[in-house]
Each structure stands twice: as C-alpha cells, then as structure tokens.
C-alpha cells in the first residue's frame, strides 16, 4: 500500500510517499480500514517534531485521524461489516486496565494513538481494534469524507475538556485562545451550545471575523491586546470562568491572571512550548482549578458521534488536499495559517 512515513524526527523534509507492506490483516476484534481521507491535527506535528519514547523505525506510518470504508473484519467482530463507513477514533486503550474498567478510556496505562505509538492513517489501509471505529451518521447534506476524517480527534478532545472536565453552564464566562485550529474551533461551538458566554481570541483579524459569524460573543487580538486586561474590561474586572487552553508557555500566565475566582483553566496541550509558570498565591487564594484533559473516553466518543447525527458539531474545514501534497499541508498546519481542519485525500 502507499503511506506517508517518516525516516527520522526533525523536520517534514524527513517525510515521504512510497510503498509500505499493507497495514495487518485484522486479528480477532480488529478492523481493517480502506481509508478515504485522513486530518491533520497539531499532534502530527509534535510527531515530526520528535517525541521522547517513540519508536521511528522504518516504516513509520504518520497519522491520527481518518475516515473509510471496513475493508474486512476479524473474528469476533460484530458492529461493523466490509463496505461500511466508518471514522476512526486514534486514541487505542487495552480495555484491561483499572482505568478502562472504569470507562475512562483516555487514562488507560497502555494508552496510545495513531500514528505515534501505531501505524498512523496517512496510508491506503490502517488496522485498529472494533470499538476503536463508529459508523458515520447519515446527514441531510452528507458529509465528505475530509469532513468525516477531521471530526473525531479534535471534537473527542473539546467535549471532554469543555463538557466532562470543566463542566462549563450556562452562566459561564469562557475564554478561548487561538480560535482558528481544530480544539479551539469546536471548543467554542460545544461552550456557544451549553450557552455560555465566549471570548475568542487570534492574531488575525479576519479569524476574529469569522470566530464571531461561529458565535463569538467578544473576541480580542492578543498581537496587539493584552488578553487578561481585556478579560477584565469585559466582565466588569470580574474575570472568566473557564479558559480553554493548548497554548501552553506563551498563554499561560495570561491565561490564569484572566479567571475569575472559582475560575477553571483546562489544557491539552502547548504548542508553543511545555514548561509554565504558575504563581501559587493567586491559585490558591482565588481558588482556581488546573485541569488537563486528552482526547476521550468511549461514552464521550459516542455522545459527539450521537450529536453530529442530530446535526451539530460539523467540523469546519479550512483546505482538502491530495495525497501526494500532504507534505505541504503539514507546512499549512506549520504555519498557523489554517481556519478549521486541513484533510488529505487519500484512494477511492
Ligand atoms: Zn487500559
């Protein structure tokens, strides 16, 4: 089968398209994916990049998200049969472990994801395990498989930072950073949903315009404003309740000096770097809550899978590109430069 690989960390020069042997037949409770289209999302990138522990022996199928046809099951096998169309969630558990008995399937102790820890879905095939794969909703307008392919790990992760971990109501004030990318895009929808009050912000003015035509209440330029003085103006110096973080080091202190009391920031991730200052007197006397969060469990998998049924949660697409191209589409992704989620095309 042809596949993206890559044939060392450090930079997308290192990634190619060429034939690898086809992704393992499907073992007992497995599936075996003809894949239509794949996403990119920032963690693809943090794979190029170089991660400690991961194994970049050759091939090193690169990867998460994807959306296609079963193109046979193994033994066992029971919700899916060859010719159905399916997304793919990337985050593997082992089912075994204390934390999957307790369906928190996101903590599980074997926890990993396409792409960086198993062959990823920027590939003709890919083999995951039957809960792993859920049938695509059929929609009044139907979704494109780019579309499908960009859905499940940027909308697995809103929900449970937005929903499950800081429960955010009705009567929240939130704060968005970087709306723009895929988290934060639909973190703002699910928020606009429980009917909440949002504050987006980008560098870029015609982001804004567009995060405020997806129901941006407030939104603020942080290249020329300063986010937590802003924050303040608008709440009537009260702060926000929730910040929904994947910033990291450039954010952080802004992030934490923009919460009200009682006030939540929850995090998964930071692309601009992982080292953050946290000053322990405002955290403690204010009483604020740091929550981290990473993709979902399969109860939360289900619940948005239910939800793009009844309509909501489309992704919003920025750009779908060849498969030969999508090298240059993680140089979009580089660049900062995407409004939604960016597809690579792939067989069919
Ligand atoms: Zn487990």
Request: aromatic fraction near 6%; hydrophobic fraction near 45%.
């Amino acid at each position: 089968m042809k596949a993206w690989t890559l044939t060392a960390a450090g930079g997308l020069d290192h990634l190619t398209l060429g034939e690898v042997p086809d992704a393992a037949a499907p073992a007992a409770g497995e599936v075996r994916v003809a894949v239509r289209a794949a996403a990119l999302n920032h963690h693809d990138l943090f794979v190029v990049a170089g991660l400690p522990g991961i194994d970049y022996a050759p091939p090193k199928i690169v990867g998460a998200d994807a959306a296609g046809v079963v193109e046979s099951v193994g033994p066992g096998v029971t919700r899916v049969r060859p010719g159905d169309r399916v997304f793919i969630n990337p985050g593997i558990s082992c089912r075994a472990c204390e934390f999957c008995r307790r369906g928190e399937h996101s903590l599980c102790v074997r926890y990993r994801i396409l792409g960086e820890h198993l062959p990823g879905t920027l590939a003709e095939l890919v083999t995951v395990p039957e809960p792993n794969v859920a049938a695509i909703p059929e929609l009044p307008t139907p979704l494109s498989w780019a579309e499908a392919a960009a859905f499940s790990l940027v909308t697995l992760t809103a929900w449970r930072m937005v929903v499950t971990r800081a429960q955010v109501r009705a009567e929240d004030w939130v704060l968005v950073w970087g709306i723009g990318g895929g988290v934060a895009l639909t973190a703002l929808r699910i928020a606009k949903s429980r009917g909440a009050t949002v504050i987006a912000t980008s560098s870029s003015a015609d982001k804004l315009a567009r995060a405020r035509a997806l129901g941006a209440d407030h939104v603020l330029n942080h290249g020329t404003q300063q986010v937590a003085r802003e924050v303040r103006a608008l709440t009537g110096k009260r702060g926000v309740d929730v910040v929904v973080e994947h910033v990291g080091a450039k954010t952080w202190e802004e992030s934490l000096r923009s919460l009200a009391k009682g006030g939540r920031v929850v995090t998964c991730g930071g692309t601009s770097g992982p080292r953050l200052i946290t000053d322990v007197r405002p955290l403690f006397w204010h009483q604020h809550s740091i929550l981290g969060s990473t993709m979902g469990n399969d109860a939360e998998y289900a619940e948005v899978v239910r939800r793009l049924g009844a309509g909501e949660l489309r992704p919003v697409m920025d750009r779908v590109v060849p498969f030969a191209e999508a090298r240059a589409a993680y140089a979009h992704l580089e660049r900062g430069e995407q409004f939604g989620k960016v597809a690579v095309e792939i067989g069919g």
